[in-house]
């Protein structure tokens, strides 16, 4: 029950409210919000820009549904769910996170480790998640609770032997410290001339962004008592792709992600034009920083293109809610004694010999 599609629901979900923070404080920059809304509007947004880009610590709670549906030509049909749900809280280095969202194409690679390291090391929090997957096969439940602290990543053995299926006798913690470790990598040649450290293209600084995306104020509300301003944004998912400005941005990056993109835009045609996403958020009055934001995600494309040789429809939907507090407030984590923690590098160093 516990698959490997599974396993990366997971891992994406945990590295994605790992750096939350970091894509909240770049957000929609670059955006000409005054080409598509009301002057006061367009001020509003871009104080909240400003504001998020600044915010280096945060509380969070989040819930998540997911659904694929492949129905078959004769009838039949199959179906899985996902409901993740978690909180947490986060901080991290905010100037390094700047620095990150500054990476060109002419950024030199040891200052692109530089960065990378600087945030990997710097980010403190603690998360909790509860995974539930559902389909014709039964149900199946995974708690996963993590550890974050200046460079040492931990999980709980409840974590692991959810993930593993073992039992984990004796060991109540188990992490890996990374402090160190991007040095250890970059004097190992052959480790070090694959690795390829480049931000994904910014999609609020292509040209033409504005003329994919549709952005309407609804009437104001409240978030945990807070009063916020409600903005729907809403993306042209086939048009976005069809962009010349994202084609030349990606083929610039000259690596795997380039090839990609290329092949995705060739197989994947027939999926963007069935394909829908749309972003709710919520921003504080006052204060102008981002308290909720709800993305829901839907596409449907023919079953052949899937692998399914009987044909049929596949589709899936997704749903993600978060709700962020605290901002710029400080987070603490405490590191059981007894926590088992491999030093990386030590690690690298060892395999290498």
């Given at each position: 029950?516990?698959?490997?599609?599974?396993?990366?629901?997971?891992?994406?979900?945990?590295?994605?409210?790992?750096?939350?923070?970091?894509?909240?404080?770049?957000?929609?920059?670059?955006?000409?919000?005054?080409?598509i809304l009301s002057e006061s509007d367009c001020q509003l947004?871009?104080?909240?820009?400003?504001?998020?880009?600044?915010?280096?610590?945060?509380?969070?709670?989040?819930?998540a549904?997911?659904?694929?549906?492949?129905?078959n030509r004769a009838g039949g049909s199959e179906?899985?769910?996902?409901?993740?749900?978690?909180?947490?809280?986060?901080?991290?280095?905010?100037?390094a996170a700047a620095d990150?969202?500054?990476?060109?194409?002419?950024?030199?690679?040891a200052e692109r480790v530089d960065i990378f390291d600087r945030i990997l090391t710097s980010i403190v929090g603690a998360l909790s998640v509860t995974v539930v997957e559902s389909?014709?096969?039964?149900?199946?439940?995974?708690?996963?609770?993590?550890?974050m602290d200046s460079g040492?990543?931990?999980?709980?053995?409840?974590?692991?032997e959810s993930l593993s299926g073992e039992a984990m006798d004796g060991v109540e913690w188990l992490g890996v410290d990374v402090n160190g470790a991007m040095e250890t990598i970059m004097a190992m040649p052959d480790i070090a001339a694959s690795i390829d450290i480049t931000p994904m293209p910014n999609a609020a600084d292509l040209e033409g962004i504005e003329q994919v995306l549709t952005i309407t104020r609804l009437p104001d509300s409240e978030v945990n008592g807070v009063a916020v301003a409600v903005f729907d944004y809403e993306f042209d998912v086939p048009a976005f792709f069809k962009l010349p400005s994202l084609s030349e941005a990606m083929m610039q990056l000259q690596n795997e992600d380039a090839i990609t993109f290329a092949l995705l835009k060739v197989r994947m045609s027939d999926m963007l034009d069935n394909t829908q996403l749309s972003v709710r958020s919520y921003v504080g009055l006052e204060d102008f920083y981002t308290y909720r934001a709800i993305a829901d995600f839907a596409m449907e494309l023919d079953g052949e293109s899937m692998g399914y040789a009987s044909g049929g429809v596949a589709s899936a939907q997704f749903?993600?809610?978060?709700?962020?507090?605290?901002?710029?407030?400080?987070?603490?984590?405490?590191?059981?004694e007894d926590a088992f923690i491999l030093p990386l590098s030590l690690l690298l160093q060892m395999g290498s010999q």
């Open positions: 029950m516990f698959n490997r599609t599974l396993n990366l629901l997971i891992a994406t979900c945990l590295l994605l409210l790992a750096c939350a923070g970091l894509s909240a404080q770049s957000n929609y920059e670059g955006i000409d919000y005054c080409a947004l871009e104080a909240n820009e400003e504001a998020m880009w600044y915010v280096n610590s945060f509380a969070v709670a989040f819930a549904t997911g659904e694929t549906t492949y129905a179906q899985v769910t996902l409901d993740i749900r978690g909180s947490g809280q986060m901080a991290f280095d905010a100037e990150w969202s500054t990476i060109g194409a002419d950024t030199p690679q389909s014709s096969e039964g149900t199946s439940e995974t708690s996963i609770n993590a550890l040492v990543y931990l999980v709980d053995a409840t974590t692991l749903s993600i809610d978060v709700v962020m507090t605290e901002h710029n407030q400080p987070v603490e984590v405490e590191i059981p």
